[in-house]
């Protein structure tokens, strides 16, 4: 095998195929990418975890077709420590591997391809076609919601729900929920899928700002196609819980409050709650909402007052400070809205305006008052 490449253009598809790459992996071999060559000039590289595979092409000047397995990360710092320039590599005898560059010539040893894992194929799935702005921010808006206990499977991913015209995400860890829902969907499907964290993470990283992208799934993998790129991850083989059972129907209670000013106060008065439960507490009356928490191990309390549009029953309720920050995050709103019913259920997080075709809803748990 020998080609011809920018050094510059090669490193970009390597380190988006590199970042599946893991450290000390059980296979060695999936320490190296996968290179193969077509007459054509097509350049394939692939790279895996075996749970998750990231396929990516580019054209080369093509000298000799042929395959090898390179390690990544010799030839990734080599790349990288070159200035934008025509290199050539070429694959000798016993995999050895050459690197030619205008300072200088580079030796590494590559490997054979016949212990590489095989990648995924697709084969009787499902597919529609998203646009990849939008699950951008589906991923943004959820994934922080996963939970990191592994004894709750299901729940330490991102479940996919596609109902014909409309696609939902869900994530929870018992504490908080974010449903993002997605309507005028163009689909035939009705089907539902959890999604790894871990993957989520690499598409966050992966995707283009424009264009759109195919999703194809059937039932033990995932396949994302975008540009000269795919994505392909291993699901999460578990039941997800029933969300809606735990979603208040009746919250006439509301709070309309300006956003950022809500999420600074917040950040004050967390400074003084409880460092085991990040309690915060909401007093929620007509035109005026007072935040106060309280540490009594060590004599800390803070109480702030923040003007409000409140409409219902005056309520007090608990809140873990952290999670409330980290929702708040998510609202690109001036404003957001709190609706409640009782204190020992669940509020409801909304932005004060929906995007046209989307809503997302935020579900956050109280912390019963311990002062």
């Known amino acids: 095998m020998k080609f011809e490449v920018s050094s510059q253009e090669l490193v970009k598809k390597l380190q988006v195929a590199g970042s ?6 059980v296979l060695p071999v999936t320490e190296d990418f996968l290179f193969n060559l077509e ?9 895996t975890n075996v749970d998750t595979t990231i396929i990516t092409s580019i054209m080369v000047t093509v000298i000799e077709a042929g395959s090898i397995a390179i390690p990544s990360k010799i030839l990734l710092e080599t790349l990288k420590a070159l200035p934008e320039q025509p290199i050539t590599i070429s694959v000798g005898d016993n995999n050895g591997i050459d690197i030619q560059s205008s300072y ?3 030796h590494l040893s590559g490997d054979g391809i016949e212990d590489f894992p095989a990648a995924p194929v697709e084969e009787n799935v499902e597919s529609l076609t998203f646009d990849c702005k939008k699950l951008a921010s589906a991923i943004s808006r959820t994934m922080f919601a996963t939970s990191s206990d592994e004894l709750r499977l299901a729940m330490t991913g991102v479940l996919m729900q596609i109902d014909f015209n409309k696609l939902i995400f869900v994530a929870t860890d018992a504490h908080k929920l974010v449903k993002y829902s997605f309507f005028g969907i163009s689909s035939e499907i009705t089907e539902s899928i959890i999604l790894p964290k871990k993957v989520l993470s690499l598409l966050k990283i992966a995707l283009p700002e ?12 995932a396949f994302f196609n975008f540009g000269e790129t795919s994505i392909i991850t291993r699901l999460i083989d578990a039941k997800y819980p029933d969300y809606n059972a735990v979603i208040p129907v009746d919250n006439p209670n509301e709070l309309i409050i300006d956003k950022k000013d809500f999420q600074n106060s917040l950040r004050r008065i967390s400074i003084y709650a409880s460092k085991s439960t990040n309690q915060i507490i909401l007093n929620m009356g007509e035109n005026a909402l007072t935040l106060s928490a309280q540490d009594l191990d060590f004599s800390n309390e803070a109480t702030e007052q923040l003007p409000c549009r409140y409409n219902g029953e005056l309520m007090s309720m608990g809140f873990n400070s952290k999670i409330f920050i980290e929702m708040l995050g998510n609202i690109d709103t001036e404003e957001a809205i709190l609706n409640t019913s009782i204190p020992s259920r669940a509020g409801i997080l909304v932005p004060a305006e ?5 809503h997302l809803m935020m579900l956050v748990m109280p912390v019963l008052s311990t002062y």
């Open 20 to 25: 599946v790459i893991v450290a000390n992996p």
């Open 39 to 47: 007459k054509s000039g097509k350049l394939t590289i692939t790279a």
């Open 354 to 358: 929906q995007e046209k075709n989307e």
């Open 210 to 221: 424009d264009g759109s992208l195919t999703i194809s799934f059937n039932r033990k993998n």
């Open 104 to 106: 200088g010539k580079y």
